[in-house]
């Protein structure tokens, strides 16, 4: 944002605080945070054979379908 424009929208709300290094800084926190997340790995057979056996089902699936398409 610009001086002006936050200038502008403290006198049109006097209550609002608006601090452009404060929005700075928040944003700063935001991404720390997201860049120090962890990977959820538990269970993590579980899922990976879930997904396998939803893929070969789907394949199963539609297979005959693109065969007879096909010919």
Do not use: C, F, H, Y
């Not at 605080?17 to 120090?36: E, F, G, H, N, V």
């Amino acid at each position: 944002m610009k001086d002006a424009d936050v200038d502008r929208l403290r006198e049109a709300s006097p209550d609002l605080k608006l601090d452009p290094l404060a929005m700075a800084s928040k944003t700063k926190t935001d991404m720390s945070t997201k860049l120090q997340q962890k990977w959820n790995t538990k269970n993590l057979g579980l899922r990976l054979g879930a997904d396998l056996a939803s893929a070969s089902s789907a394949a199963a699936l539609v297979a005959p379908v693109i065969s007879i398409i096909d010919r």
